[in-house]
């Protein structure tokens, strides 16, 4: 089969979560995503440098945020809605992030944030809003090695 190239529409982005890689699972109703880089960047400025300030990246975390609607029953919002009281290590999980081309980003133990569950206008369907934040390096597969999965192919 050919590989797709040029631009995609975001829905082919994937997310799949949960407690662990062998229980994740996709998850209903999800409208946006956006993501948020932190990059810690170290910066001197040497004196045989002329007064040039020199850098290097020494740290980087990752926050996802997913917004979209409360619903029970589905399995993955389910289990996100379900760490809305959770603290300290029992509010970690897996994450798997599918790019279109097929590049897989895994998260281990990462910190669901649930931030918003139901509330909002009285004529509104209810929100399910997270964030999920790195802890420590994630895997990432390229796509060649990621390999079935990818809805990019034709």
């Not at 007064?51 to 020494?58: A, F, Q, S, V």
């Not at 300290?88 to 798997?96: F, H, Q, S, T, W």
């Not at 420590?136 to 390229?142: L, N």
């Amino acid at each position: 089969m050919k590989k797709k190239t040029g631009v995609f529409p975001v829905y082919e982005n994937q997310f799949k979560l949960g407690g662990s890689k062998d229980t994740a699972t996709d998850i209903k109703d999800m409208e946006t995503f956006s993501v948020s880089f932190d990059n810690g960047i170290e910066e001197w400025k040497p004196m045989d440098h002329g007064g040039w300030t020199r850098h290097l990246m020494t740290a980087k975390s990752l926050t996802i945020s997913i917004n979209g609607k409360r619903h029970v029953g589905d399995p993955g919002n389910d289990y996100v809605a379900g760490l809305i009281f959770a603290n300290g290590r029992d509010a970690e999980g897996y994450l798997c992030w599918i790019f279109p081309d097929g590049t897989m980003v895994e998260f281990e133990d990462c910190v669901f944030n649930v931030t918003n569950i139901g509330a909002g206008d009285s004529t509104a369907v209810g929100p399910l809003e997270f964030e999920v934040l790195s802890n420590g390096k994630p895997k990432v597969t390229p796509p060649q090695e990621a390999g079935a999965g990818s809805n990019m192919e034709e």
